[in-house]
Nanobody, 121 residues
Framework: QVQLVESGGGLVQAGGSLSLSCAAS????????MGWYRQAPGKQRELVAT???????NYADSVKGRFTISRDNAQNTVWLQMNSLKPEDTAVYYC???????????????WGQGTQVTVSS
């Protein structure tokens, strides 16, 4: 089994910053893409940012220039630095990792439990 444990999040005023982290642990062999998604009340879950094992990154247009995703492959950890936060960034943020477990050959997606980010105006 593989676990993704998120930390960070909370309440911040508009224009402020927050940092999220997500660490993968368990019987994992390797990780391909890692990323962050978010879901606001009444809306579908959406991509925020992803990073491949080689370091390439992809961002939603709504967060480009404000959010930065990074990862440490040795620590199986991904971070999301969020600056210039806006009220519309309010959502539950989820970490996702594309993981190959030991003794298996296929990769599958694992999700974290989610962490609340609230931006007040």
């Amino acid at each position: 089994q593989v676990q993704l444990v998120e930390s960070g999040g909370g309440l911040v005023q508009a224009g402020g910053s927050l940092s999220l982290s997500c660490a993968a642990s368990g019987s994992l062999f390797s990780i391909n893409a890692m990323g962050w998604y978010r879901q606001a009340p009444g809306k579908q879950r959406e991509l925020v940012a992803t990073t491949a094992s080689g370091g390439s990154t992809n961002y939603a247009d709504s967060v480009k220039g404000r959010f930065t995703i990074s990862r440490d492959n040795a620590q199986n950890t991904v971070w999301l630095q969020m600056n210039s936060l806006k009220p519309e960034d309010t959502a539950v943020y989820y970490c996702k990792a594309d993981v190959r477990e030991r003794r298996l050959t296929a990769y599958r997606d694992y999700w974290g439990q989610g962490t609340q980010v609230t931006v007040s105006s």
